[in-house]
């Protein structure tokens, strides 16, 4: 009998019917209809650099999936890193 290999499981999730696999490190939350979080992150941070394109991302990704996640915590974690933002670039 041959051994499973992580390989082996990872090419059986890219492998399976769905476009999108399901695993740990894609859990649905992140997903938009055909747009992954981190696709919809690097276009908005694109021309950003440090805390700007931290706390950018962080606001998006926390109102991204508040719905299918965290609910209300989430949106004021978003309020929080947007607050932080502002900080930041009232100090320029």
């Known amino acids: 009998m041959k051994e499973t290999t992580l390989k082996d499981i990872i090419e059986s999730q890219f492998n399976r019917q769905s476009e999108v696999p399901v695993s740990p490190t894609n859990p649905g939350h992140y997903r938009q209809g055909e747009i992954e979080c981190i696709d919809a992150l690097t276009a908005a941070t694109i021309n950003k650099t440090g805390i700007e394109a931290v ?16 609910g209300i915590e989430d949106v004021r974690k978003a309020q929080w890193y947007i607050n932080r933002l502002i900080s930041e670039l009232e100090k320029k």
């Open 55 to 70: 706390c950018t991302a962080n606001a998006i990704k926390y109102l991204w999936r508040y719905e299918a996640k965290g």
